[in-house]
T-cell receptor, first 117, second 115 residues
Framework: DARVTQTPRHKVTEMGQEVTMRCQPI?????VFWYRQTMMQGLELLAY????????DSGMPKDRFSAEMPDATLATLKIQPSEPRDSAVYFC???????????????FGPGTRLTVL | AQSVTQLDSQVPVFEEAPVELRCNYS??????LFWYVQYPNQGLQLLLK??????LVKGINGFEAEFNKSQTSFHLRKPSVHISDTAEYFC?????????????FGTGTQLKVEL
């Protein structure tokens, strides 16, 4: 049963600390998305990668957030330093896009619930 | 760029009654449309998608949606809901471009099924 996995599932930290969230996409998928979900803003796309290369990170605060794919099986989202307003659920999703095909189904992970005190 | 409007933030309905969750979109290009469901403390799961072809799309759990290009709508329907359908439902849109594209989500509709 192929699934997107995310760790940790829950994280409580203090303001100013570094937070790293990890995502393992479904094996064979070439596109990875990072979303943030809050009550006020709903689902926001932060960044996404195709074949490990960043395609769009315009939704991400550049001064404190960074997203990487060190290899095809791991995507990371880091916040440094974290702030209380970063408290949210962060979702990773993966999918497979062909050279000529259009939009794809995105498979979501269970999310990381982040609380910054 | 695309946008999605889900006018109803909450929809209460009695079990075994029909339900319709509304979704309207805006786009300057052709679109793909999706409905996702989110159960409490879980990620999003795809219910159904419209890519091309028949405008009536059937999905999982007895849900269906109809793409109406003239009204720029993609409303989700179920003829008889169950308690287990209680969840948040998100409509999403993507522009049709080669190589795939990112999704823009609506603000979600909370469906609450009551006995």
């Amino acid at each position: 049963d192929a699934r997107v996995t995310q760790t940790p599932r829950h994280k409580v930290t203090e303001m100013g600390q570094e937070v790293t969230m990890r995502c393992q996409p479904i094996l064979g998928h070439n596109t990875v998305f990072w979303y943030r979900q809050t009550m006020m803003q709903g689902l926001e796309l932060l960044a996404y990668f195709r074949n490990r290369a960043p395609l769009d990170d315009s939704g991400m605060p550049k001064d404190r957030f960074s997203a990487e794919m060190p290899d095809a099986t791991l995507a990371t989202l880091k916040i440094q330093p974290s702030e209380p307003r970063d408290s949210a659920v962060y979702f990773c999703a993966s999918g497979l896009v062909g050279r000529t095909s259009g939009s794809i189904e995105q498979f979501f992970g269970p999310g990381t619930r982040l609380t910054v005190l | 760029a695309q946008s999605v409007t889900q006018l109803d933030s909450q929809v209460p309905v009695f079990e075994e009654a029909p339900v319709e969750l509304r979704c309207n979109y805006s786009s300057s290009v052709s679109v793909y449309l999706f409905w996702y469901v989110q159960y409490p403390n879980q990620g999003l799961q795809l219910l159904l998608k419209y890519l091309s072809g028949s405008t009536l799309v059937k999905g999982i759990n007895g849900f269906e949606a109809e793409f109406n290009k003239s009204q720029t709508s993609f409303h989700l329907r179920k003829p008889s809901v169950h308690i287990s359908d209680t969840a948040e439902y998100f409509c999403a849109v993507s522009g049709v471009t080669g190589g795939g594209n990112k999704l823009t989500f609506g603000t979600g509709t909370q469906l609450k099924v009551e006995l």
